[in-house]
Nanobody, 121 residues
Framework: QVQLVESGGGLVQPGGSLRLSCAASGIMFRINAMGWYRQAPGKERELVASITNDDDTNYADSVKGRFTISRDNAKNTVYLQMNSLRPEDTAVYYC???????????????WGQGTQVTVSS
């Protein structure tokens, strides 16, 4: 099976920084695009940032210039560097990976367990 494990969430003051990590593990798979989503209480889950196989990135307007997504293919890991954090960034952040299962050439989306990010004074 394929599993995504997230880490790096926590409580920070406004203007602070956090770095989220998401590592994929398993057998016979290849990762395509990866991304970070977030969901605040009472709101729908939204795409924060994504990165393709070609390192093409996309960001929500609300985080442009503050967040940076990157990936380390050798480690099957995607990162989200979050700077200049604001209270409105408070949410549960979820890692997502589009993964090809090599045995059957099937493509599936996998989700991390979620990590809480709280920005408060």
């Amino acid at each position: 099976q394929v599993q995504l494990v997230e880490s790096g969430g926590g409580l920070v003051q406004p203007g602070g920084s956090l770095r989220l990590s998401c590592a994929a593990s398993g057998i016979m798979f290849r990762i395509n695009a990866m991304g970070w989503y977030r969901q605040a209480p009472g709101k729908e889950r939204e795409l924060v940032a994504s990165i393709t196989n070609d390192d093409d990135t996309n960001y929500a307007d609300s985080v442009k210039g503050r967040f940076t997504i990157s990936r380390d293919n050798a480690k099957n890991t995607v990162y989200l560097q979050m700077n200049s954090l604001r209270p409105e960034d408070t949410a549960v952040y979820y890692c997502n990976a589009n993964i090809k299962r090599l045995l059957w050439s099937s493509i599936q989306n996998y989700w991390g367990q979620g990590t809480q990010v709280t920005v408060s004074s």
